[in-house]
Each structure stands twice: as structure tokens, then as C-alpha cells.
């Protein structure tokens, strides 16, 4: 089973900077990596798959980088609604498919 | 406009069973594959188990296999998750999602909003 890990924990950021996540793979995922957003009470949104594309309707404030087994989400200018919950999930060798336990985003 | 909605979920004792369902609409259900996915409480997200388009082949977590049986029904559009022999650590918030990609590479585009269940006495 691949391990993912993510980094921070916790990221406090004021709107309008840059957020730069982590996500690490314990073997290489190639670029078979993608990026949710998890909101109370909302459903799990896709970000990014690919390790670098942008699902479809995702501001383009959001991009992906990386590949192997390092990964980065960047968030170019933290906007209030992007205050989230940030999962990775590795979809290169399944069954099973395996996250990263969250990066949280919160106010500064 | 593509929707995933779970229900069946609620408050059952250890060793007993529940059935979740997801209703999909807005897509070619055959075409793809379903999964479910939980998050315990205060706790990250762990893949359970999937079914492929056809119904043909199916997945487990070794959490849940001998346990849980995923299914799908074409006519109702609807995927099951029936639970047996649930335990304390089943607690979590249950959702399903749909897989996109290809050549074997999937991922999940869209989720439901999910569905609770507690395994307790």
C-alpha cells in the first residue's frame, strides 16, 4: 500500500497570500495524483488530477506540481472561500486508493 | 446536472448490519465506475470499496472485506454498500464518488455529501 503524508498540518494564511501544500508519496505515483477540497457540510471537490490539471470550473488560483513521488498545491492568492481542508490521493497503484490526512487552511 | 445521494445511514449495535445506497443521476451510470469512501469523526478520508461500471468486478479495503459487499442496480441507478458484522471503528460519515480517467489511472470527480453511521451500544 502506498502511504501519503502531507504537509503542514495546519497552514495559517491572511486572504490574499500564497498557500504552498505538500504531499509526499512513500513510492513513486508518476503524475497519478490529484488535490480535493473538503468544506463543512459541502460535498469533496475535485482541484486538480494529474498532478497538474485544473478540474473543470477551478479558478485558475489553484495549480499543481510534481511528480514521482513529491507533489505541491499552490494557491497563488488566498481567497476567503479557499479557507478548506486540502486532501491528496494517489491513484497510480489501487486497489486500495490511499490519501494524505489533510492539510488544513485557516485565517492567520 | 450530475448528482450522487447517499441515505441508509444512522445508529445500529455492534455486530449488526445496515445497507447504504447511492442514487446517480446526471451521467451514463454503466459507464463508470462507483466507490465509497468514509471519514471517521475528526479523522482523514479511507477508501472502502468500488464497483466497476458493469458490476463485474469489485474492491475492498482489507478493513471491511469479508464484511462489506458492494453492489449496483442498473434500472435504479443506485450502488450498495451492505454493511455486515459492524464494529466501533465503522463510525464515520460514508459517501460515495464517481470514478473518471483511464487506462486503469482513476480518480474521484464527483462525491455525494455523504451519509452517517454509528456503531454503538
Known amino acids: 500500500e502506498i502511504v501519503m503524508t502531507q504537509s503542514p498540518a495546519t497552514l495559517s494564511v491572511s486572504p490574499g497570500e500564497r498557500a504552498t501544500l505538500s504531499c509526499r508519496a512513500s513510492?513513486?505515483?508518476?503524475?497519478?495524483l490529484a488535490w480535493y477540497q473538503q468544506k463543512p457540510g459541502q460535498a469533496l471537490r475535485l482541484l486538480i488530477y494529474?498532478?497538474?490539471t485544473r478540474a473543470t470550473g477551478i479558478p485558475g488560483r489553484f495549480s499543481g506540481s510534481g511528480s514521482g513521488t513529491d507533489f505541491t498545491l499552490t494557491i497563488s492568492s488566498l481567497q476567503s472561500e479557499d479557507f478548506a481542508v486540502y486532501y491528496c490521493?494517489?491513484?497510480?497503484?489501487?486497489?486500495?486508493?490511499?490519501f494524505g490526512p489533510g492539510t488544513k487552511v485557516d485565517s492567520k | 446536472e450530475l448528482q450522487l445521494l447517499e441515505s441508509g445511514g444512522g445508529l445500529v449495535q455492534p455486530g449488526g448490519s445496515l445497507r447504504l445506497s447511492c442514487a446517480a443521476s446526471?451521467?451514463?451510470?454503466?459507464?463508470?465506475?462507483i466507490s465509497w469512501v468514509r471519514q471517521a469523526p475528526g479523522r482523514g478520508l479511507e477508501w472502502v470499496s468500488g464497483v466497476s461500471g458493469s458490476g463485474a468486478s469489485t474492491y475492498y479495503a482489507d478493513s471491511v472485506k469479508g464484511r462489506f459487499t458492494i453492489s449496483r442496480d442498473k434500472s435504479k441507478k443506485t450502488v450498495y454498500l451492505q454493511m455486515n458484522s459492524l464494529r466501533a471503528e465503522d463510525t464515520a460519515v460514508y459517501y460515495c464518488a464517481k470514478l473518471d480517467g483511464s487506462w486503469g489511472y482513476l480518480y474521484f470527480d464527483y462525491w455525494g455529501r455523504g451519509t452517517p453511521v454509528t456503531v454503538s451500544s
Open positions: 490521493l494517489q491513484y497510480d497503484k489501487w486497489p486500495p486508493f490511499t
Open positions: 494529474g498532478a497538474s
Open positions: 446526471g451521467f451514463t451510470f454503466s459507464s463508470y465506475d
Open positions: 513510492q513513486s505515483v508518476s503524475s497519478n
